[in-house]
């Protein structure tokens, strides 16, 4: 085989045929992500009077100490020892006894930075596995198509930060009892925090909403209930759930709601007004004794709801720049179709508005078009 056409495969196999461009792009986004990584343990101001090159000089001391911390005793010491073979070769001491130099050890530097590369690949690559399981099962919990409901057309979509997420969300019909209409619970939930933990409270939450859900009683009965187990698992104060929830009669169009702390939903009007529903009270886990207030209103047709989580509207460019509300208001507008068209388009903007940034929250949204 010509030399010419083993370098192509081999580039192709390395690339995994991502253009320059592309490759370019995703490890400014990356070096970018890490340096914001490594420098929240850091202080990068610059003193009163300090030169640019002292202020340099301290910047990358502090960087290349945070990277030590990050690593295991053992890893750290053979981190810094290759950093000194490497990077000060020439490094002499002598007395009446001893003479030693690490002139010719440049070499066991780089190898020391490999092996440690190798030991955190490995690790890397180990959690990465377990992590795939963790999320099979997460998708397992939450519904991968929307129910079938007449006149209701249903989408959703969600991209965790890391593999695994602490957003929830599901669509499923409460149990009717005699007489009542048909009840469709709307769920969009947000868990503080991200990966792991956040999933694994995630988790909790969705077992114990749908079992409290077929409980008899009204929305307010069942977010109380909800409420007073997110608070019995919320024993250090920090694993609380922004949630919003709502219940449809889709023959009506008749929603209640309520907000628990949550982005407010978009609800557009087939008239092009919008409205937030706000109402609704503290994120859950916090408190059992603050109660929640109920909102209420009708869908007609064309009516368009979105519920989302705040990684959509605070996704960040490279600049920066948060999405926000606008923006995602201005996508609505320009697409009138169904609930997935209208989906696809939202994401799709999101997508070229971030570019190659790497995303640093978990993105949630359903969307519910009145048929």
């Not at 077992?207 to 307010?220: E, F, I, M, Q, W």
Request: net charge negative.
């Amino acid at each position: 085989m010509p030399f010419l056409e083993r370098s192509q495969r081999f580039w192709q196999r390395v690339t995994e045929g991502a253009a320059t461009q592309q490759l370019w792009a995703q490890f400014r986004a990356d070096a970018h992500a890490t340096y914001k990584f490594y420098a929240a343990d850091t202080d990068l101001t610059r003193k009163e009077r300090e030169s640019r090159i002292r202020w340099s000089f301290r910047i990358v001391r502090a960087l290349i100490w945070a990277m030590a911390m990050k690593l295991s005793p053992g890893r750290r010491v053979l981190f810094l020892i290759s950093l000194v073979l490497l990077f000060f070769p020439d490094i002499s001491y002598s007395d009446e006894d001893t003479h030693f130099s690490t002139e010719g050890f440049r070499f066991f530097g780089g190898a020391g930075f490999l092996i440690l590369l190798a030991l955190e690949l490995a690790d890397r690559v180990t959690m990465k596995r377990d992590l795939e399981i963790a999320r099979e099962i997460q998708g397992w919990l939450m519904p991968a198509e929307p129910p079938v409901v007449p006149g209701v057309d249903i989408a959703f979509a969600t991209r965790p930060q890391n593999t695994v997420a602490g957003d929830y969300y599901d669509a499923f019909f409460r149990p009717a009892l005699p007489g009542e209409q048909p009840r469709l619970l709307l769920v969009v939930a947000d868990v503080a925090g991200k990966s792991i933990p956040a999933a694994l409270v995630m988790a909790t939450l969705q077992a114990s909403l749908r079992t409290l859900s077929a409980l008899p009683g009204s929305l307010l009965d069942l977010v109380a209930r909800f409420n007073d187990y997110a608070c019995a698992q919320n024993q250090g104060g920090r694993r609380f759930s922004t949630a919003f929830l709502a219940e449809l009669e889709p023959a009506t169009g008749h929603l209640t709601w309520i907000n628990a702390g949550h982005n407010w939903p978009i609800l557009r009007r087939s008239s092009g007004a919008i409205e937030r529903l706000e109402t609704g009270g503290l994120p859950l886990g916090i408190s059992k004794v603050r109660r929640y207030e109920c909102g209420e209103t009708t869908l007609v047709q064309g009516d368009l709801l979105v519920i989302f989580t705040d990684g959509l509207v605070e996704a960040e460019n490279a600049r920066e720049e948060e999405f926000d509300e606008p923006r995602m208001l201005q996508s609505l507008a320009s697409s009138p179709g169904p609930a997935k068209e209208v989906l696809t388009h939202l994401m799709s903007a999101v997508d070229a508005f971030v570019g190659a940034t790497r995303q640093h929250d978990d993105i949630t949204c359903l969307v519910l078009r009145k048929l």
